[in-house]
């Protein structure tokens, strides 16, 4: 079918790129060792960390965030260290699996993929090791494949009430500019991201903000580390540099979405996505269906997974969707697929933006034969409407 319009792409992330970078984007790439090039990684090096709320140094890879996990375990850690790591979900699981690659020793505490990180059990797990074998504790801010949000502030001072000198990882690769995120105040040791969710470009670069205490960890961490070495990234980026050939034309279109991001106000940019999450939540509950997340402090500001009725698979209403609407709705990993899909609701985004994809899974259920109340779209433009910016 010929489809006409603009593409719905509410998968959460890669999300909607605005024009504003795609055009930041479309120049001339430059001499990488060239001045011009020195002065927009100086610029950027700096302007970023206000994303992290952080003071302390921002590492920018040519990569996706997968290389960023890489690069927070490799530069920190020694072979045979244990880690606490928390399955909130697919992507926990994935950082954990990689973790083993590596030797190190991981320690899964488990959730049942509805609920964040349990502060309490964290802080259990650690008093326990007296010995402090533990090396670092990882968790995932939101966790991209329940839309469930972990309480960091309340995992900072579970560590701190077990007295325990573990590192802080947090992957905040679809929490970063969408849902509050404080790395400084919150003692977060390395921060995790990527482009192409909230910042709001494509895929292709990531991050580490690293704190004094991890980069005081770096110096004695002994795992193999080539490309993703923070000595040799931060050495060049003194002099706004990188030590190999950066994603010049990201970086221009990062350099675009960090303003858009300071002209919009963080805490506005986080407001906006609450909102819409509660939009979006109103709209499933009208329908008759399920959010997954079942706690209301950690529900996604990013993106709402959809519980299906029994004997209904997810995949085959979003290709009913896509097929009929192209819209692109997020599938089920791991263990939920069928049974989920997530509606991202991150980045460029707007009230009728969200109204138009929330009509499209509403037809959708209706072409699917899924059963639901034909009300949800009324009961998010309600809120919308009463709730206008
Ligand atoms: C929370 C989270 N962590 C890690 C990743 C992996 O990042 P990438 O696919 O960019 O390598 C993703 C990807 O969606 C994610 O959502």
């Known amino acids: 079918m010929i489809h006409t319009g603009r593409h719905f792409l509410q998968i959460p ?5 605005p024009d504003r970078v795609l055009r930041a984007m479309a120049q001339p790439t430059i001499d990488h060792r060239g001045p011009e090039f020195g002065e927009l990684g100086l610029k950027l090096l700096h302007d970023v960390r206000a994303v992290f709320k952080t003071t302390q140094p921002v ?3 040519p990569a996706s965030g997968t290389g960023a996990w890489e690069a927070a375990l490799v530069n920190t850690l020694s ?9 909130t979900g697919w992507f926990a699981l994935l950082w954990e699996q990689m973790a083993t690659r590596f030797g190190l020793k991981t320690e899964l505490l488990p959730t049942d993929w509805r609920h964040g990180a349990d502060p309490a059990a964290i802080e259990a797990r650690l008093r326990a090791d007296r010995g402090h074998e533990i090396k670092a504790v990882c968790v995932v801010h939101n966790e991209t494949s329940t839309g469930v949000v972990s309480r960091i502030p309340a995992v900072r001072e579970a560590i701190d009430a077990a007295r325990h000198p573990a590192l802080l990882f947090v992957d905040t690769i679809s929490s970063l500019a969408s849902i509050e995120y404080r790395m400084d105040e919150w003692g977060v040791d390395v921060t995790v991201a990527g482009s192409q969710k909230g910042l709001m470009l494509p895929p292709g670069l990531s ?3 690293i704190s004094e205490r991890a ?4 110096k004695h961490a002994r795992l193999p580390k080539g490309f993703w070495s923070w000595d040799d990234m931060l050495k060049a980026n003194e002099t706004g540099y990188f030590p190999y050939t950066p994603a010049t034309n990201l970086l221009y279109g990062l350099r675009e979405s960090l ?6 106000g963080l805490e506005s940019v986080f407001a906006r996505h609450a909102r819409h999450g509660e939009a979006t939540r109103r709209a499933v509950r009208a329908w008759g269906l399920e959010v997954l997340c079942l706690t209301p402090a950690e529900y996604s500001g990013s993106l709402t997974a959809v519980l299906m009725p029994a004997g209904h698979d997810a995949d085959a209403l979003r290709a009913r969707i896509l097929a009929a609407f192209d819209l692109s709705l997020g599938t089920g990993l791991g263990r939920l697929k069928s049974k989920v899909f997530r509606i991202g609701h991150l980045g460029h985004f707007n009230d009728l933006m969200l109204a138009g994809t929330l009509a499209g899974v509403e037809m959708g259920l209706t072409l699917a034969r899924v059963p639901h109340e034909p009300i949800g779209v009324r009961a998010a433009l309600d809120y919308l409407a009463t709730a206008a910016r």
Request: hydrophobic share 50%; glycine share 6%; charged share 15%.
């Open 13 to 17: 992330g890669p999300t909607n790129v």
């Open 59 to 61: 590492v920018i890879y």
């Open 79 to 87: 072979p045979g260290d244990a880690v606490l790591m928390v399955e």
């Open 207 to 209: 991050f580490n903000a």
């Open 215 to 218: 980069l005081a960890a770096s």
């Open 259 to 264: 303003e858009i991001l300071s002209e919009e």
